[in-house]
């Protein structure tokens, strides 16, 4: 918390004349008295007492309430649960009353905010059972997910003066979890934002580098903006239809991901922005006025066959509506141009809580589906938690493909769905006999991958059941969570039957089971489980005979060290793994307080002390990557949960780091000479390589050196960039 978090007089009541006069709008005015009163005695009394954790609070629930309103569109009982949430979860007043006083909408809101409130804000190493219990809570009512994601945007936007240590965790919760449930509930404004502000937090050089640009560029954008409008507005103002037409630029978070995907300079993108026209017509004139408008722009400029997306005809599962296109436009730039009515306009901006407004209770039904599979996938016990939150990843953000029934019955799955996800969209049973499917008429394996307008038929024999590589190419959450339920079943009873054949054998042969004696065979064969051990005997991979000789083996190993008086267990005759030498020193501190941990340096950002660093939990240990790494996004999105705090100890470095710097200058006489001396003489900074390219009056080149931290970085920079002829010196990734 800083200071510029905490509530004052001014903004309270100006946040509660604001409040007020939504809550009166359409409803009870006792309810909206007794919460009136509430939010008074609450500031009034924090205020007395100079309270800076209940102002903090206080401040944070009465600005999500008004992104509530504003940005998504809630009801009153959302916004009421918002600012009764503190005083009743928090301040410890009782919530047993709540629904009596304000309904029990509001009380059911509550319950699901204050579940979400015990696993929220607990993230730390590879705690991938706090998120599974975080989006179980989540899944209950998707109001507290709306909420959610409206106090994570206040948090972001608060977090401006907040301690780089706080920005970090804040940047990756919404990079792993707030920006893709917003994507998927269609909230792309706010989805950019929570972006664009965690880029800002994490990789201020490269978000001031595109801001800068976008600001040099603004007045030749606009410029060519109205070029390409002119005409168009010339054409659609003959048509008589009420429309808006303006560009939109596109976010820097986006715009930083082309730059790094497709490696070009900024200079290279064509579409920095997308031109939207939005009509005003009435609803059963939307599609015919949005076809009239393509019809007019693609006679004036040439479009590209392969960028039209028609989310007209079929909207995409969370209420998107719009209809897409890129053209070539004056001087040979390609520009997009998306074509939408102001209804579907305001479900792009709000997602499905606009749909609600416009639809009714229809599209609050598919949410529920949705949030259905959701909690299918994440409650069942028997998958890995690590695989459970890819699964659920792969549901936020994949696109989306449409194919049909026989009867012509309309299917929506994620890109690079399978015959087989199709078979289990429509049912489990389907899905668990299938063997092959019929697409446009033609027999196709069961991993074949669909593709829009598909028209699919399923193949299926009871014979069939669900084989272990069916996981390697079914992608919905559905299709694998189902799938590793029936194994789980197959495999259970597999090992009912190893199990008796085992037993019955032993018996046969005069054997007497000893349960901790097969436990230890069990472990010195090196099975991470039981199950594992019956499955191998099942599957005939160990004979039933060689596991009963190596459990006589143990047996008589056992009576010769009773024999021997030797006080060791025979499940201690493993040999023992030496201690492995740690990676690093006592100069970071991983995770609040751990010293002395194994870790490496990622070679991707060669990180050294100084640094703003965090620490990834790998398949080869821990990670220490810089804040700014150019693979940190990435992790930060896919592997939110694998991220752990990590900071530099004391002042002074004992280390020396490898860096490499770019410099770039003319390429003119002792140029190179006078940077080698700099460097040579330079305390504490050795010279390790030096590589230089010269090409038309210009030089360019890498210097590795090494040194002990990011002071004596900044000073060396500094001391190379005062050569004569040095244009850029800066560090490479």
């Given at each position: 918390?800083?200071?510029?978090?905490?509530?004052?007089?001014?903004?309270?009541?100006?946040?509660?004349?604001?409040?007020?006069?939504?809550?009166?709008?359409?409803?009870?005015?006792?309810?909206?008295?007794?919460?009136?009163?509430?939010?008074?005695?609450?500031?009034?009394?924090?205020?007395?007492?100079?309270?800076?954790?209940?102002?903090?609070?206080?401040?944070?629930?009465?600005?999500?309430?008004?992104?509530?309103?504003?940005?998504?569109?809630?009801?009153?009982?959302?916004?009421?649960?918002?600012?009764?949430?503190?005083?009743?979860?928090?301040?410890?007043?009782?919530?047993?009353?709540?629904?009596?006083?304000?309904?029990?909408?509001?009380?059911?809101?509550?319950?699901?905010?204050?579940?979400?409130?015990?696993?929220?804000?607990?993230?730390?190493?590879?705690?991938s059972?706090?998120?599974?219990?975080?989006?179980?809570?989540?899944?209950?009512?998707?109001?507290?997910?709306?909420?959610?994601?409206?106090?994570?945007?206040?948090?972001?936007?608060?977090?401006?003066?907040?301690?780089?240590?706080?920005?970090?965790?804040?940047?990756?919760?919404?990079?792993?979890?707030?920006?893709?449930?917003?994507?998927?509930?269609?909230l792309?404004?706010?989805?950019?934002?929570?972006?664009?502000?965690?880029?800002?937090?994490?990789?201020?050089?490269?978000?001031?580098?595109?801001?800068?640009?976008?600001?040099?560029?603004?007045?030749?954008?606009?410029?060519?903006?109205?070029?390409?409008?002119?005409?168009?507005?010339?054409?659609?103002?003959?048509?008589?239809?009420?429309?808006?037409?303006?560009?939109?630029?596109?976010?820097?978070?986006?715009?930083?991901?082309?730059?790094?995907?497709?490696?070009?300079?900024?200079?290279?993108?064509?579409?920095?922005?997308?031109i939207?026209?939005?009509?005003?017509?009435?609803?059963?004139?939307?599609?015919?006025?949005?076809?009239?408008?393509?019809?007019?722009?693609?006679?004036?400029?040439?479009?590209?066959?392969?960028?039209?997306?028609?989310?007209l005809?079929?909207?995409?599962?969370?209420?998107?509506?719009?209809?897409?296109?890129?053209?070539?436009?004056?001087?040979?730039?390609?520009?997009?141009?998306?074509?939408?009515?102001?209804?579907?306009?305001?479900?792009?901006?709000?997602?499905?809580?606009?749909?609600?407004?416009?639809?009714?209770?229809?599209?609050?039904?598919?949410?529920?589906?949705?949030?259905?599979?959701?909690?299918?996938?994440?409650?069942?016990?028997?998958?890995?938690?690590?695989?459970?939150?890819?699964?659920?990843?792969?549901?936020?953000?994949?696109?989306?493909?449409f194919v049909?029934?026989?009867?012509?019955?309309?299917?929506?799955?994620?890109?690079?769905?399978?015959?087989?996800?199709?078979?289990?969209?429509?049912?489990?049973?389907?899905?668990?006999?299938?063997?092959?499917?019929?697409?446009?008429?033609k027999?196709?394996?069961?991993?074949y991958?669909?593709?829009?307008?598909?028209?699919?038929?399923?193949?299926?024999?009871?014979?069939?059941?669900?084989?272990?590589?069916?996981?390697?190419?079914?992608?919905?959450?559905?299709?694998?969570?189902?799938?590793?339920?029936?194994?789980?079943?197959?495999?259970?009873?597999?090992?009912?039957?190893?199990?008796?054949?085992?037993?019955?054998?032993?018996r046969?042969?005069?054997?007497?089971?000893?349960?901790?004696?097969?436990?230890?065979?069990?472990k010195?064969?090196?099975?991470?489980?039981?199950?594992?051990?019956?499955?191998?005997?099942?599957?005939?991979?160990?004979?039933?005979?060689?596991?009963?000789?190596?459990?006589?083996?143990?047996?008589?190993?056992?009576?010769?060290?009773r024999?021997?008086?030797?006080?060791?267990?025979?499940g201690?005759?493993?040999?023992?793994?030496?201690?492995q030498?740690?990676?690093?020193?006592?100069?970071?501190?991983?995770?609040?307080?751990?010293?002395?941990?194994?870790y490496?340096?990622?070679?991707?950002?060669?990180?050294?002390?100084g640094?703003?660093?965090?620490?990834?939990?790998?398949?080869?240990?821990?990670?220490?990557?810089?804040?700014?790494c150019?693979?940190?996004?990435?992790?930060?999105?896919?592997?939110?949960?694998?991220?752990?705090?990590?900071?530099?100890?004391?002042?002074?470095?004992?280390?020396?780091?490898?860096?490499?710097?770019?410099?770039?200058?003319?390429?003119?006489l002792?140029?190179?000479?006078?940077?080698?001396?700099?460097?040579?003489?330079?305390?504490?900074?050795?010279?390790?390589?030096?590589?230089?390219?010269?090409?038309?009056?210009?030089?360019?080149?890498?210097?590795?050196?090494?040194?002990?931290?990011?002071?004596?970085?900044?000073?060396?920079?500094k001391?190379?960039?005062?050569?004569?002829?040095?244009?850029?010196?800066?560090?490479?990734?």
């Amino acid at each position: 918390m800083d200071n510029s978090t905490f509530i004052d007089r001014k903004e309270f009541f100006h946040l509660y004349g604001r409040l007020y006069s939504f809550l009166r709008q359409e409803w009870d005015m006792h309810k909206v008295s007794m919460l009136r009163t509430l939010l008074r005695q609450s500031f009034k009394k924090a205020e007395e007492q100079q309270d800076k954790e209940a102002l903090y609070h206080l401040g944070l629930s009465m600005r999500t309430a008004v992104i509530i309103i504003d940005e998504i569109g809630l009801k009153q009982p959302a916004v009421c649960a918002v600012l009764l949430f503190h005083p009743v979860v928090n301040a410890g007043q009782a919530q047993a009353g709540m629904e009596q006083q304000f309904g029990s909408e509001v009380e059911s809101i509550l319950r699901g905010l204050k579940k979400v409130n015990q696993f929220s804000g607990k993230r730390t190493a590879v705690e991938s059972e706090n998120y599974i219990k975080l989006l179980l809570s989540l899944a209950e009512d998707v109001r507290v997910i709306f909420i959610m994601i409206a106090q994570q945007l206040q948090r972001m936007r608060d977090a401006k003066e907040a301690s780089p240590s706080s920005r970090l965790d804040l940047s990756v919760e919404s990079t792993y979890l707030y920006a893709p449930l917003s994507h998927r509930l269609g909230l792309y404004t706010i989805k950019s934002e929570l972006e664009d502000l965690s880029l800002k937090y994490t990789d201020r050089e490269h978000y001031d580098f595109i801001a800068r640009k976008l600001n040099e560029t603004k007045r030749s954008r606009d410029r060519y903006i109205n070029e390409f409008i002119g005409p168009v507005k010339e054409r659609l103002d003959k048509t008589g239809l009420k429309y808006d037409i303006k560009g939109r630029t596109k976010s820097i978070y986006s715009i930083q991901n082309k730059l790094k995907k497709q490696k070009i300079e900024f200079e290279n993108i064509y579409d920095l922005f997308a031109i939207r026209v939005i009509l005003d017509s009435p609803p059963e004139l939307e599609k015919a006025h949005c076809w009239q408008v393509y019809s007019i722009v693609t006679d004036m400029y040439q479009p590209n066959p392969k960028r039209l997306k028609d989310w007209l005809s079929i909207p995409k599962s969370n209420g998107y509506e719009s209809l897409h296109t890129t053209v070539m436009g004056p001087d040979g730039k390609w520009v997009e141009v998306q074509i939408r009515t102001k209804r579907m306009d305001e479900i792009a901006e709000r997602g499905l809580a606009a749909h609600w407004k416009y639809k009714g209770v229809k599209e609050e039904t598919t949410l529920d589906n949705w949030l259905g599979t959701i909690r299918e996938a994440l409650e069942d016990s028997e998958t890995n938690p690590n695989q459970k939150l890819t699964d659920f990843k792969l549901d936020l953000y994949d696109e989306e493909i449409f194919v049909f029934t026989p009867k012509g019955d309309l299917f929506k799955l994620p890109k690079g769905a399978t015959v087989l996800d199709f078979a289990f969209g429509i049912h489990s049973n389907l899905g668990a006999t299938c063997v092959s499917g019929r697409v446009n008429g033609k027999n196709v394996p069961i991993r074949y991958v669909l593709k829009s307008g598909d028209q699919v038929e399923v193949n299926t024999s009871s014979h069939q059941v669900p084989k272990q590589d069916w996981l390697n190419f079914a992608v919905t959450s559905k299709a694998r969570t189902k799938i590793r339920q029936l194994l789980k079943e197959e495999a259970g009873k597999q090992v009912d039957i190893a199990k008796e054949t085992l037993l019955r054998r032993m018996r046969n042969r005069k054997i007497e089971v000893d349960e901790a004696r097969l436990m230890q065979l069990i472990k010195k064969l090196r099975y991470k489980t039981v199950t594992e051990f019956y499955v191998d005997i099942a599957s005939e991979k160990n004979d039933v005979n060689w596991v009963i000789d190596r459990y006589l083996e143990l047996e008589i190993r056992e009576t010769e060290i009773r024999e021997s008086h030797t006080s060791v267990s025979a499940g201690e005759f493993t040999l023992k793994t030496p201690l492995q030498e740690i990676g690093g020193s006592d100069e970071l501190i991983i995770d609040q307080n751990l010293t002395g941990v194994d870790y490496k340096l990622a070679k991707c950002c060669n990180p050294i002390f100084g640094d703003d660093i965090f620490g990834f939990v790998s398949s080869q240990g821990i990670k220490i990557h810089r804040v700014n790494c150019p693979n940190a996004h990435d992790l930060f999105s896919r592997f939110g949960y694998r991220i752990l705090k990590a900071r530099w100890s004391g002042k002074t470095s004992s280390s020396s780091y490898t860096i490499v710097l770019r410099v770039i200058g003319n390429d003119q006489l002792n140029i190179v000479a006078n940077l080698m001396s700099i460097i040579s003489k330079e305390d504490g900074v050795q010279m390790r390589s030096i590589t230089i390219d010269s090409n038309d009056g210009l030089f360019q080149g890498n210097i590795t050196v090494m040194l002990g931290d990011t002071s004596m970085l900044d000073q060396l920079i500094k001391k190379l960039r005062a050569v004569k002829g040095v244009k850029s010196i800066s560090r490479l990734n």
